[in-house]
């Protein structure tokens, strides 16, 4: 029996603009999703089909027992740090000798399949290698990791990536000649970032612009927005919805002195705050208890 871990994950920049092969940059965070994988010739049918998909990937039976540190449905790759930590005990206790770009790779096609098709490596690639990564189409580039002060608020509005990509596809099919020139601009504000990265007040001023073309997109829902005022009134440097949008959470770039206020303010409009920082490990091998 074996224990891995792996971590959620936020876009600080570029959401759904990579969908469509620009820059996107997001970050492996500390809430980790723990699964423990035991050989089993007849387990009980897993409930999930990520976990489905992991043993029928690794072609080996087992049964799982999975604990997790965050909120599912709400835009952390919940279900991404589950199949790579899955994937990741299964390569262990079956001695399978999978690399770890194996186990992304992997990781991602399950991911594709559950979410038919509407999924970029983004998620699946940051959970199992950690840290702070680039994403241009298929390309990755690790980013030297940067400790940037944040807060995560969740909204508690439950939403559907699928849902949330396809309405921007909708969006990109009646108004091209609008929504290409987002896409563009939203491309290079990742680029910009990756650029200003030991600039937090750049940073912010930036991720309010994305903040804004994310709006132009569709993806917004008042009560991100409400969060998203609620940050900066307290003292954020910027704030930004991550993920799909439609609900989930939001991100909000804090002076070190003020996360404790910017968490309150989130708190205080009925959300759930915390305070999170990078992951630089990505997936891990637990110690036994
Ligand atoms: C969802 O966390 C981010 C999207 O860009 C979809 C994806 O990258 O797979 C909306």
Known sequence: MVTWSAPGKVFLFGEHAVVYGKPGLAMAIKPRVFVTVRKNRHPTPAKSP????????????????????????????SSAAVTVATLSAINDEFDLDRTREEIALTAYQIERAVQK????????????????VLITGQSRRKIPPQNLNLVVGNTLVSHSTAKMVELVAEGQRKFPDVMNPVMEAMGALTLSAVRNLSNPRQLGQLMNINEALLEVLGVGHPTLSKLVIASRNAGAFGAKLTGAGGGGCMIALCPKHMKGRVAAAIDACDARAFITSIDTVGARKENDA
Request: proline fraction near 5%; aromatic fraction near 10%.
């Open 117 to 132: 098709g509407r999924a970029s490596p983004t998620d699946t690639y940051v959970s199992t290698i950690g840290g702070m």
């Open 50 to 77: 990520y976990i489905d998909g992991c043993f029928k990937a690794m072609g080996v039976t087992g049964s799982v027992y999975v604990n997790s540190q965050m909120p599912s449905s709400s835009g952390l790759g």
